[in-house]
Structure formats: structure tokens, C-alpha cells
């Protein structure tokens, strides 16, 4: 048997669900460590894997490929991230290479690319694409594939087959670099003989001219100020000296220029943070503060549910409990939704943490991601606040994960792959490191809920807003309800009068507004605009969603379909509309009715741009505007003392949606609005346009009943089999044809009731599908979907395994076709 070192098991960053094995050479052995990034070939390709702490296989095929390179002296990844990301493929169903991918900071693959140059010019003249190609690759030489179809437009790869058959293209495998690199900067310093200020003495016969002179000066000043190698930039324009007059004196041996490592950082740029408020707790903090702290001081994993009402001070306590857990030398993660990634939050951390902070989001830049990345892992930030990927940091020593807003979907990555609920990750991680998580929330999901009811987590209430103003706490904002069917509407006018008013008094008095247009998830359901019914299935409490091609209204949890009436079978009048249609233009007539009203929209449009949303929000917080609209990013984590009234354009868009969460989602949309109003010493109020006004969820939304609606939500979702009392996974075929993509379900399908015959408990397991998806077709691509429930009993078999041997058994797809698997899946799309 051949020696183990000879041999590595390798994760490559594929949808392929396995390891693959490849040969050490002699000089890499004891290089290549578990942990390290490696390149090695693969097909024709080269790329870049991580070797992992797996055995390789007893008996390897006789000839192994050799490993190219080893590209790290140091793993990238720790021991306990490669335990987690191996967990997270498993449960996820994705290669493990996938999960390694996406806890690395982007752009550190090394690629090889093909690259195109001109073999030979053809003969007589080509026409049509081939000439566009030849040309295209005569200007550019060493272009690559990839540049070629950004600039001509899909080229199929059979025609540069073609022309590199017929001897005029020559096709070359390069590697690319990766593309964020460490980033160096020119300093400037004296060398060793001038070092002392008394050796410089003898520097008056050297120097020529008044320009060397001035430069040493210069850099005798900065010394004076503690500061020996400043930037080369810096130097010069003391000097107003030229980067000539430095070579001359580096050559005369008087200056040496050393190569810095320069951290690329989002913070740079931001104000030093304010000193932090100083209150004592009120006593319902302290309460739950107390328990967290048991957990952190006996080092013990505990997961909490902090549930409490917008403004009880939650992040106050994610702060305390923090500081405690920094007192023992541990580090910590605090996970925000994207959208509440604020600097307002960012700023409260930084006050009482100052520069341990270290931030991740998803518009900094690739190189500022890599500088941020790997100082955290060299331990120089023992906190990190960010969005979901947040929670694969790589910080060592955990003691404290905290997900605040833990309801929020966005914690469910959908593409690419894995698919992991960032929430469920931090309770596994907190876990494997005798830590402590806090999944704080004022409207917790209700799988959180009842596990806290259950006695998984434990439940952590506070009740009351904080007392912001003297020793009162300050009130709960009044809610309204405004009845659409009975409210006429201006022409066009999205705005009921009552809802106009109230925005007149506000700019009156000089306060804020905030309203929520809300297209989220945006889904063809009808809505009657006469009297607000809408067609649900008769099976599933959800909405059933239209779908033009077929003329028919489906359900998507269990495949019931009808025809589409032309009148509205409550109120018999044309009126069945699709939803949510024309509130694009809430913007034009709030300009219309408040001509002087200064406004600011916030959606994906406006805050594409880096820091846009920031801008927004503080032009916002200065006063400079008097009502913000937007989607649901004006939902969350706004803490603006003038704002006192929240204005719903529409509630009934999220209420409707072909999603058994709708009225959770909506509920918990409305009460985090809500919470945005009266923070302060003003009482807020919020009024919702709907035209469900009996609907349940607003008698619970009025009486601030969250507890109330979860119990009546858990009840029915015990009854109809859903979620958090039953497991859902959903299997997706997505493809060019339709038919084929049926076919290709069909078969994965019926491998999988297959496989489900045989397994015991198989009573628990429903199969319900393939069927259309919600979304038939999205860029281009037909989409077909099995959805699976497994009741939560204990003879329920085990998911994954099934899921897994199906996916073998159905074998690789033709070209262009995907399987897909989504484990617990946030919603249907
Ligand atoms: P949440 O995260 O629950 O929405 P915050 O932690 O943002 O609540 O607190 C809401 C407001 O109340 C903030 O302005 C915060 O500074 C303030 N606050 C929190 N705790 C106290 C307290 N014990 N006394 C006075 N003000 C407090
Ligand atoms: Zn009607
Ligand atoms: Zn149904």
C-alpha cells in the first residue's frame, strides 16, 4: 500500500458531489495540509481545491494526477471551519467544495482560461461571425473566451472548434491570477548607515542641490513626528519633490524604499465613533441579560430567543453580551439582515468596541472583502458584523453568535449553492464552540418560536420599549386600519384621503414619514379591486397564483387547478385584477399632492451604487427630506426620532402571496414598520390601505399580538403538515425545453418514490409534484419542481440520504439541464 502522505483527498469547487484524490508529489509532501489551497487538474482545466482531512480511498486508481501547486504556507481554513463546512454539505446536499467556496473571500481562485490568438490568416474572405471572431482576435490577441461573448454576443463554442480545426485560431490553456492580490505601498525610510540624526551630519558634502536637501528634510520632519517610513506619496508631497530626486538619493544609498502591506478597509473613510450612551438597564434587559451571561461565564453552548418590541433595547443587550464575552478573550459574529447593515448600527457596535469591529458586506469591493477576511483570520478583529456569510467568518475562539432580525428571509441563501439558512448555521456553530447565540427579534419566525416553546432555545422576553425619554418607556405606536373598498380613490391616486391628511399634518409640524410600498416577492395573484377577494386553494390556505399560458389558477403546494372566472365570484363585478399593480407610481403622486414635500425613494433602483442606501438614510436622519418611500429596506433597524407617522400603501401585496408563511412574512413586515414610528418623544402612528381589513392578522397587528397570531398560525401548521412541523425540500428541474424538463423530473421523481417504497416510515414522507414552478420561466429557462414533506415524527427516515440516492440513481443530465435541491426552502419561487 502506498503511503498516506503520498496521496490528498481534494474539495473542488463543483456541483459535484465528491471528493476527488490526487497524487503528492515528493516536493509538495508535508505541504499540502488539510486546509491549504491547491491547484490541480481537472479535464482539461486547472483549478483551484482545498485538500481536506479525509483518508483517501484504500485502493486509488493506479494513475493519479499530480497536484500542480500548493498556494498557501498556512491553511485557509481552520479545523473547525472545515468540520462546519463538511456539516453544511451534507445537510445541504452540495459538494463540500461549494460550501468551501463560499465561506473564502471572492476572487482567490486560480482559473485557467482559454485564450485565443490568430494561428493564420484564412485564405479567401470569411463572412458573418467567423470574420467578426478572426477580427475580434487580430486586434486583441490572448483575449480570452469569456471577453470575446461579452463583446460579440453568444458565440457558440462548435464555431472556435471550427476555426481552430481549420489551422486559423490557436486556442491556449493560461492561468489567471486570482483576482484580489495582497496590496503593497511604497515607504520610504533612511538607510541603516543614516539612521542616527548624528551620521547625517556627513550628508551636507553628499547631497547635491537643493532638491535632495529639501527631501531629507522633509523625512526629518516626519521622524520628529514619530513616523520613520512614511508613504512615498506623503514624502514627496511634504517635499514637493519629484520621485526622480528619491531614485537619485536611494542610488547615493541615502533613502531605502521598503514595500508595505496596505489594508483596504470600508472603514476607512468612516467618522471615529461616538462615545457610547451611558443608562443603566431597565429591568426586563437585565433579566434577559442575566441568563445570557450564565451561559457565557460557565462557557456553555445555550441558544436564546430574545423576543422583544421594536425599541426594547435588544441591541443593547447583543452589546452587554458581547463585552462579557470579550472580557474572557472570545470573539464574536453579529449577523444583520443586508438591508439593516446600516452605519447606524455599524456606528453603535464601533462605539463600544472601537477598532475591533470589523465589517462584511456585500458591496465592498473584492480586495477590501480579502484584506478583511484575512485579517480576521490572523486575528486582528476579534468582532465581525455582517450579512449572512457573515457566520462563516473566519474567526477563532468563538464565544458569541448573535442573528438579530432572525425572522428575516434573507438569512436563506437561494443561488448559488449551498443553500444554507445563515440562522440554523450560527445555532450548529454556536454549538460546536461551547457558544452562545442570540436570535433576537421583536416578530420571531416561527420555527425559532417553537423551538423556544419547545424548550430548544430559550425564551427571553421583553415586553416594553425602552424608556428613551426620562424614565418612561416609550409608547407603542397606534395602528389604523384604512378599508380600500370603502375609501374612494383619487383618479390613479394610490392614496387614500385619510392617508394624504395625515401626511399634510406631518410636514405641517416639521416631522417624518416613512412609507413602505411593498413588492416583495412580487407573484401573479389576482385581487378583487371592488370588494379585495382573492382565489385560495380549497387544500393548502394560500392563494392560488395565475398563470397566463394555460388560462388557469394553480395552487402550488398541491397541484389543485381551476379556471380563471371573469367575474368575482363575491361581488360579481369585473374586477379581478393582478395585485400590487401600479404602485410603481406612489412616488408621482406623492409629488402631486405635496409639491414642497422633499422625498427620497429607496429601492433596488436608487441604491445599486456603493453606499447609496447609507446616503440615503443619513440625508435622511439629518432632516434633509421629509418622507421616505421605499420597499421593505425602510422596514428595518431605522432608528429616526422625528419620524412619527408610517404610512402601508398596500398591505394586501405581501398578505396575498402564494406562500404558506404569507401572513407570518406580512405580519412581521407590518410590525417592524410599524416600529419605525415614535421612537421618541413624539407618539407614532401607522395607517395600513387594505382591502382584506377583516383579515386576522390586523385584529393581532392593532393589539401588538404577536404571541396571540403564532399560536393560531402554529396550530394550522400542525394541522396541514407544514413547516416548523414538517421538513420541506424542494427539488427543481430547470432547462431549455420544457418537455425535457418535465421528463428529467419525472425520472428523478419516480427514482425517488422508488427508493421511498422501500424505506420504513415511509408514511411520513409526502411526494407532491413535479408540477409548473411558481416563476415557469426565468431567464429563458423552463422551471419544474417536486416538492417533498416529511412530517417531524420520530420514525420519519432521514431526508438527506433519500434526496442523495436519487440524485445518484437518476445519473448526469444532458447538457443545459439542472437538478437542483433546496433543504428547508425559504419559499417557493
Ligand atoms: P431594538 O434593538 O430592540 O430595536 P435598541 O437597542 O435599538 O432596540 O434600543 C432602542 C432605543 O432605546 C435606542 O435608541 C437605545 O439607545 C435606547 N435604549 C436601549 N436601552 C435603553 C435603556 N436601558 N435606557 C434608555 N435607553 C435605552
Ligand atoms: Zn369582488
Ligand atoms: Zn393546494
Not at 436 to 453: D, K, M, Q
Request: glycine share 6%; aromatic share 6%.
Amino acid at each position: 500500500m502506498k503511503a498516506l502522505a503520498d496521496m490528498v483527498q481534494v474539495a473542488l469547487p463543483l456541483p459535484i458531489d465528491q471528493l476527488f484524490t490526487y497524487r503528492v508529489p515528493p516536493a509538495f509532501q508535508g505541504l499540502a495540509q488539510p486546509g491549504c489551497r491547491v491547484l490541480v487538474p481537472f479535464g482539461t482545466r486547472r483549478l483551484t481545491g482545498v485538500v481536506v482531512p479525509v483518508d483517501p480511498p484504500e485502493s486509488p486508481p493506479t494513475s493519479l494526477k499530480p497536484i500542480l501547486d500548493v498556494l498557501d504556507a498556512e491553511p485557509v481554513l481552520t479545523e473547525e471551519l472545515l468540520d462546519l463546512t463538511r456539516w453544511m454539505a451534507d445537510y445541504y446536499l452540495c459538494s463540500w467544495g461549494e460550501v468551501i467556496r463560499a465561506a473564502l473571500p471572492p476572487g482567490l481562485e486560480v482559473e485557467s482560461q482559454q485564450r485565443l490568438y490568430l494561428a493564420q490568416q484564412p485564405l479567401k474572405e470569411l463572412h458573418g461571425r467567423a470574420a467578426e471572431i478572426l477580427r475580434f482576435v487580430t486586434a486583441h490577441p490572448g483575449t480570452t473566451i469569456q471577453h470575446l461573448r461579452q463583446t460579440l454576443g453568444r458565440i457558440p463554442y462548435a464555431l472556435l472548434h471550427r476555426l481552430r480545426a481549420k489551422g486559423y485560431l490557436r486556442i491556449e490553456e493560461a492561468l489567471s491570477a486570482p483576482r484580489v492580490q495582497i496590496k503593497t505601498e511604497r515607504h520610504v525610510r533612511f538607510t541603516p548607515a543614516y539612521q542616527a540624526p548624528a551620521a547625517r551630519a556627513q550628508l551636507q558634502h553628499l547631497l547635491r542641490g537643493i532638491r535632495q536637501r529639501t527631501l531629507v528634510e522633509a523625512l526629518e520632519a516626519f521622524q520628529l513626528e514619530g513616523k520613520s517610513e512614511p508613504a512615498q506619496r506623503d514624502l514627496l508631497a511634504r517635499a514637493g519633490a519629484t520621485a526622480a530626486t528619491l531614485r537619485r538619493l536611494v542610488a547615493l544609498g541615502v533613502l531605502e524604499i521598503v514595500e508595505k502591506e496596505v489594508i483596504r478597509s470600508p472603514l476607512e473613510d468612516e467618522p471615529p465613533p461616538p462615545s457610547p450612551p451611558q443608562y443603566s438597564f431597565h429591568p426586563e434587559q437585565a433579566a434577559a441579560l442575566e441568563r445570557i451571561e450564565a451561559a457565557i461565564n460557565a462557557q456553555r453552548f445555550e441558544a436564546f430567543l430574545l423576543h422583544g418590541v421594536t425599541g426594547s433595547g435588544k441591541t443593547e443587550v447583543y452589546i452587554a453580551a458581547l463585552k462579557q464575552v470579550r472580557a474572557q478573550g472570545r470573539t464574536g459574529i453579529v449577523l444583520v439582515p443586508e438591508i439593516a447593515l446600516t452605519p447606524q448600527t455599524v456606528r453603535r457596535f464601533r462605539a463600544h468596541f472601537g477598532d475591533e469591529v470589523a465589517v462584511l458586506h456585500s458591496r465592498m469591493s473584492d480586495g477590501e472583502r480579502y484584506d478583511t477576511w484575512r485579517q480576521l483570520r490572523a486575528g486582528r478583529y476579534p468582532i465581525v458584523i455582517g450579512p449572512r456569510s457573515a457566520v462563516l467568518a473566519p474567526l477563532s475562539n468563538l464565544g458569541l453568535l448573535v442573528v438579530d432580525e432572525e425572522h428575516e428571509r434573507s438569512y436563506k441563501q437561494f443561488d448559488p449553492a449551498p443553500r444554507y439558512h445563515a440562522r440554523d448555521v450560527a445555532v450548529y456553530r454556536a454549538r460546536h464552540n461551547q457558544a452562545v447565540c442570540i436570535l433576537g427579534s421583536a416578530t420571531p419566525s416561527l420555527e425559532s418560536y417553537a423551538n423556544a416553546r419547545s424548550g430548544k432555545y430559550t425564551l427571553l422576553e421583553m415586553r416594553r420599549r425602552a424608556p428613551t425619554v426620562g424614565q418612561q418607556p416609550a409608547r407603542l405606536p397606534t395602528i389604523r386600519i384604512i378599508d380600500l373598498r370603502h375609501t374612494r380613490l383619487q383618479e390613479g391616486s394610490p392614496l387614500s384621503p385619510p392617508l394624504a391628511r395625515a401626511i399634510a399634518e406631518r410636514l405641517e409640524r416639521g416631522e417624518q414619514v416613512i412609507l413602505l410600498q411593498n413588492r416583495r416577492g412580487f407573484a401573479p395573484v389576482l385581487e378583487c379591486t371592488h370588494c379585495g377577494w382573492a382565489p385560495h386553494c380549497p387544500h393548502c390556505s394560500v392563494t392560488l397564483t395565475y398563470h397566463k399560458v394555460h388560462h388557469q389558477l394553480r395552487c402550488h403546494y398541491c397541484g389543485y387547478a381551476t379556471g380563471r372566472p371573469t367575474l368575482c365570484p363575491q361581488c360579481d363585478q369585473p374586477t379581478l385584477l393582478p395585485l400590487g399593480a401600479g404602485t410603481q407610481r406612489v412616488e408621482e403622486a406623492l409629488t402631486m399632492h405635496f409639491p414642497e414635500a422633499r422625498i427620497l425613494r429607496m429601492d433596488l433602483d436608487t441604491t445599486r451604487a456603493k453606499r447609496a442606501h447609507h446616503r440615503l438614510l443619513d440625508r435622511f436622519g439629518r432632516g434633509e427630506a421629509d418622507i421616505l418611500i421605499g420597499t421593505q429596506m425602510v422596514a428595518k433597524g431605522l432608528d429616526f426620532a422625528r419620524v412619527t407617522l408610517v404610512g402601508v400603501v398596500n398591505a394586501d401585496v405581501g398578505l396575498l402571496l402564494p406562500d404558506f408563511r404569507a401572513e407570518e412574512h406580512t405580519f412581521q413586515l407590518l410590525m417592524q414598520v410599524a416600529g419605525r414610528a415614535g421612537r421618541a418623544d413624539r407618539p407614532g402612528e401607522v395607517l395600513l390601505q387594505t382591502r382584506n381589513p377583516n383579515h386576522r392578522i390586523f385584529r393581532y397587528l392593532l393589539r401588538h399580538d404577536f404571541a396571540g397570531l403564532a399560536r393560531e398560525l402554529l396550530a394550522e401548521r400542525r394541522q396541514l403538515g407544514y413547516p416548523p412541523y414538517a421538513r420541506l425540500a424542494i427539488t427543481e428541474c430547470s432547462g431549455p425545453d420544457e418537455a425535457r424538463v418535465q421528463e428529467q423530473l419525472q425520472t428523478w421523481t419516480a427514482q425517488f418514490r422508488t427508493l421511498l417504497a422501500q424505506t420504513p416510515g415511509n408514511h411520513c414522507v409526502e411526494v407532491l409534484g413535479p408540477g409548473p414552478a411558481l416563476h415557469e420561466r426565468l431567464q429563458g429557462r423552463y422551471r419544474y419542481q417536486t416538492l417533498i414533506k416529511v412530517a417531524r415524527q420520530p420514525e420519519a427516515p432521514a431526508l438527506q440520504p433519500l434526496l442523495r440516492q436519487a440524485l445518484e440513481a437518476t445519473g448526469p443530465l444532458p447538457q443545459g439541464y439542472r437538478l437542483t435541491l433546496d433543504i428547508d426552502p425559504a419559499g417557493l419561487v
